[in-house]
T-cell receptor
């Protein structure tokens, strides 16, 4: 399978715990995005990487959120001290360099904070 | 006011009907327009991608962009029960936005009844 992959697919955690999600983009794609989607809403942009550089972060990405892409391949998104409001689908997308704007999404990680 | 407005529906049609899905937007910098299909608890799947104004056809799907009215549409001909999903419009300012991040509508839920 050469699509975007995300792990885990579903994570249930208790409030206050830390969680980490992983995204593996399509292999030749050097741009990687994280979005968050809540029930009944469209995805909202969180952050963007070009290779290993994090070039933009949304105001939605509070200090409890951190994302990395250490070798310009896979990326991780960590949420510290989770809150019930963090419950959402976390989506990863990727695309190629240059004037290419369509993005390809993974299946998402569904986070439930109890 | 949201940058991208999309009627959430739900929209229910009989099998074989022509479906019209629409989005309006306020940011004149948007140049790249996409439609995604999302099945329940899955990641968005890219359906159509268009640049600037005009029409694009792919099988039973036609995407239209009218930049003068800031209005985009997706038409589905001969709709099938397998088309039942949430349809998301997404837009990008392209080079005006260094990241090419996507701004999504809320999504329209479509049900095609056999």
């Amino acid at each position: 399978d050469t699509g975007v992959s995300q792990n885990p697919r579903h994570k249930i955690t208790k409030r206050g715990q830390n969680v980490t999600f992983r995204c593996d983009p399509i292999s030749e794609h050097n741009r990687l995005y994280w979005y968050r989607q809540t029930l009944g809403q469209g995805p909202e942009f969180l952050t963007y990487f070009q290779n290993e550089a994090q070039l933009e972060k949304s105001r939605l990405l509070s200090d409890r959120f951190s994302a990395e892409r250490p070798k310009g391949s896979f990326s991780t998104l960590e949420i510290q001290r989770t809150e019930q409001g963090d419950s959402a689908m976390y989506l990863c997308a990727s695309n190629e360099a240059g004037p290419v704007y369509e993005q390809y999404f993974g299946p998402g990680t569904r986070l439930t904070v109890t | 006011q949201k940058e991208v407005e999309q009627d959430p529906g739900p929209l229910s049609v009989p099998e074989g009907a022509i479906v019209s899905l629409n989005c309006t937007y306020s940011n004149s910098a948007f140049q790249y327009f996409m439609w995604y299909r999302q099945y329940s608890r899955k990641g968005p799947e890219l359906l159509m991608y268009t640049y600037s104004s005009g029409n694009k056809e792919d099988g039973r799907f036609t995407a239209q962009v009218d930049k003068s009215s800031k209005y985009i549409s997706l038409f589905i001909r001969d709709s099938q029960p397998s088309d039942s999903a949430t349809y998301l419009c997404a837009m990008s300012a392209g080079l005006s936005s260094n990241t090419g991040k996507l701004i999504f509508g809320q999504g329209t839920t479509l049900q095609v009844k056999p």
